[in-house]
């Protein structure tokens, strides 16, 4: 057992940690540092959309709210507030 947790800690000091000290002696082209900017983003996106059609007995209700969503955050207003108003505007549209 202990050989095992020697193991597994061994991976992940190797996969997580160590590459962490070579890439900071990288240089990587500015076209490669904005690609992995975007990474993120695209993540949490693929989190989550499917809980946007889950989360409520209709997915259209969750689109809209989604869309609800978007246009306050094209419209600048703080993070809370966009997520208390999509939350507000799906429950108004489901009653």
């Known amino acids: 057992m202990t050989v095992l947790i020697l193991c597994l800690f061994l991976a992940t000091i190797i996969t997580r940690i160590l590459p962490a000290f070579f890439v900071t002696r990288l240089t990587l082209p500015e076209w490669l540092v904005t690609y992995l900017n975007y990474i993120p983003y695209a993540a949490l996106g693929v989190l989550i959309f499917p809980g946007i059609l889950s989360a409520v007995e209709r997915?259209?209700?969750?689109?809209?709210?989604a869309v609800f969503a978007t246009v306050l955050a094209l419209l600048r207003v703080p993070l809370f507030f966009i997520v208390l108003g999509s939350i507000v505007f799906v429950y108004l549209i489901t009653l």
């Open 59 to 65: 997915p259209v209700y969750g689109l809209l709210g």
